[in-house]
């Protein structure tokens, strides 16, 4: 694996570059994170580590072996990239995680359902507590899709991760 280092990746004029950019990115570790304003400046700048997120989504329980984590990863990722995507989850996320790694929508949404699944039924409880901020899921069972990625995604915002 090679280390890649952005010391400076320019301005973005288009959303669109950015995401030609990261997906030319090979083992890519960091990822830098910005929107731009109507005036193609800097309005704020995230900086989130791929290995932040996989650590986070283990330390809740989900295995790293299941295919579900890698997409839950993607889509935290474009997530940070453009928050809006939280509220179209179905017909925007699910879609956009499909293209990247090569799935359909479908199985992204089921795989990512039954890794959340699997991180509450066997996870650990004080992490998943920390996070989401509720005692046992018991009643309910796991959270949504979306709410899991928003829950995750404000946390890792607001703690910097």
Known sequence: MSNVFIDFAGIFHVKDDLFRF??????????????????????????????????????????????????????????????????????????????KCSSTAARVERNIRHAIEIGFLKGDLEEIEKIFHCSSYSDKGAPTNSKFLAEVYYYMVNNEL
């Not at 997906?23 to 791929?50: A, C, G, P, W």
């Not at 579900?68 to 935290?76: E, K």
């Open 22 to 99: 990261i997906d030319t990115m090979e083992d890519h570790q960091k990822v830098l994170i910005f929107t731009i304003n109507s005036e193609n400046d800097f309005k704020n700048v995230l900086r989130i580590e791929t290995s932040g997120i996989q650590k986070l989504l283990m330390q809740i329980g989900i295995p790293a072996n299941m295919l579900g984590f890698s997409y839950i990863v993607t889509a935290l990722e474009l997530i940070a990239l453009d928050p809006d995507y939280l509220n179209h989850i179905t017909k925007g996320l699910y879609v956009d995680v499909a293209k």
